[in-house]
């Protein structure tokens, strides 16, 4: 049974900081990994999709990778704002069903 | 393009009554729909997967009497939450596949439930 892990739980940095969220999954036989982005009270947003054949993708200020062989993704944030102020959801499992990890709440500083 | 819509946004109802929620895929088909609960400061959890006019996939330890899930096209989902109780207060979530690509779920905004 996949199960996903995310560390740290929580992290404050100062604005303008790069930063490196961990994301850990137990099943190597994973379908698809997504980064979602979840501000308080609301839905998710999603960020980055890696297919499973792909090893990372980009978006603006945010780049993702999967190493399916060591169950670990990360998702790094240049230049963090803190408008990023959220908590951050990597998702994935072995078929097209999603299993979430506990996710880390990010705080930036201005 | 791909925006899932959620209705209500908001419910409040006594316990024992029953209460909808549907999921719509506003500008795309999707083959599959999922749902989804989140208690607070928790992580989402996969309730149940339904698949176009047939019956839906239950998570282990979801009661299928209690969560019913209608497909019954393309772009609409419901879950009805039967006899509700307090414990079933939460954040419901859905999120919807499309037809023949990557996968990737698109997920509505969430229907907070709470009841009294």
């Known amino acids: 049974k996949q199960e996903v892990t995310q560390i740290p739980a929580a992290l404050s940095v100062p604005e303008g900081e790069n930063l490196v969220l961990n994301c850990s999954f137990t099943?190597?036989?994973?379908?698809?990994l997504q980064w979602f982005r979840q501000d308080p009270g609301k839905g998710l947003t999603s960020l980055l999709l890696?297919?499973?054949?792909?090893r990372e993708q980009t978006s603006g200020r945010l780049n993702a990778s999967l190493d399916k062989s060591s169950g670990r993704s990360t998702l790094y944030i240049a230049a963090s704002q803190p408008g990023d102020s959220a908590t951050y959801l990597c998702?994935?499992?072995?078929?097209?069903?999603?299993?979430f990890g506990t996710g880390t709440l990010l705080a930036v500083q201005p | 393009g791909a925006v899932v819509s959620q209705h209500p946004s908001r419910v409040i109802c006594k316990s024992g009554t029953s209460v909808k929620i549907e999921c719509r895929s506003l500008?795309?088909?999707?083959?599959?729909m999922f749902w989804y609960r989140q208690f607070p400061k928790q992580s989402l959890m996969l309730m149940a997967t339904?698949?176009?006019?047939?019956?839906?996939?239950?998570e282990q330890g979801v009661e299928k009497d209690k969560f019913l899930i209608n497909h019954a096209s393309l772009t609409l989902s419901t879950l009805t939450v039967t006899s509700a109780h307090p414990e079933d207060s939460s954040f419901y979530i859905c999120?919807?596949?499309?037809?023949?690509?990557?996968?990737?779920?698109?997920f509505g905004p969430g229907t907070r439930l709470t009841v009294t």
């Open positions: 099943d190597s036989a994973i379908y698809n």
């Open positions: 500008d795309f088909q999707a083959t599959t």
């Open positions: 890696i297919q499973s054949s792909q």
């Open positions: 999120s919807a596949s499309r037809v023949g690509l990557s996968g990737e779920q698109y």
């Open positions: 998702a994935g499992g072995a078929t097209n069903k999603l299993i």
């Open positions: 339904s698949n176009e006019g047939s019956k839906a996939t239950y």
